[in-house]
């Protein structure tokens, strides 16, 4: 109720798309596509099992601030390599999810 009654200036919507714009600008000078075999056919699943790992530590229950952080970096990474068909992106992805494991079990 509250959040459907509140309403959104003009001028605060176009600050809003101007800097989501220089995000994505920022984002596409280093995602693009290539190394896209790593995007398609077994590979996107290996993909999916990186995720689910990340999706894992992202749901465990540990008493730690901020313990949510390291896991959705992982699962943005992945997500967004697939998405822009980015296999270097993925495989930053993989290994930051896999180091993100091993530091935790650690």
Known sequence: GFVGKRQV???NLGR???GTERVLRWFRK??????SWLCVGA????AGLSLLAATVAFALPLPIPGNNIPPAIGMVLLSLGLVQRDGLIVLVGHVYTWLMWAVLIV
């Open 30 to 35: 280093f995602v693009k596509p290539r190394m």
């Open 43 to 46: 590979n996107r699943r290996i």
């Open 16 to 18: 809003l798309a101007g």
């Open 9 to 11: 200036s003009s001028e």
